[in-house]
């Protein structure tokens, strides 16, 4: 994947926005690997945070690796980190949390427990 001119910021430096979707992408294409899409807008974001450690700028080269970090009885925090080559770019996590058709907290189906175990 390559830093596209839309991810950049006025300075020409990544904005800060796009390690979150980068990391989504990843989470997203990860689920599609193990079968567990289904139902996937059943996990809104609850908590996001990330470390810029180098400046990533158009045209770099990058990878994203994505893990579960822990799996809970409602939510999952996933890992990331971007990075060029070997280097780390940027790390961080975010939390997302499985709800019911009303919109609360509810445990998640076993398939995704069993598929990220």
Do not use: K, N
Not at 63 to 84: D, F, H, K, Q
């Amino acid at each position: 994947m390559r830093v596209a001119w839309v991810d950049t910021d006025a300075g020409g430096r990544i904005h800060f926005t796009a390690a979150f979707r980068w990391a989504e992408a990843a989470e997203t294409a990860l689920r599609r690997r193990l079968g567990l899409l289904e139902g996937w807008a059943d996990y809104p974001r609850r908590r996001v945070e990330a470390e810029y450690r180098a400046v990533l700028r158009f045209e770099d080269e990058l990878t994203v690796r994505i893990r579960p970090e822990r799996v809970g009885r409602t939510s999952i925090t996933w890992a990331w980190e971007v990075l060029r080559g070997e280097e780390l770019c940027v790390d961080g996590r975010h939390t997302v949390v499985h709800v019911d058709q009303e919109g609360r907290p509810a445990p998640l189906p076993d398939r995704v427990r069993e598929g990220l175990g």
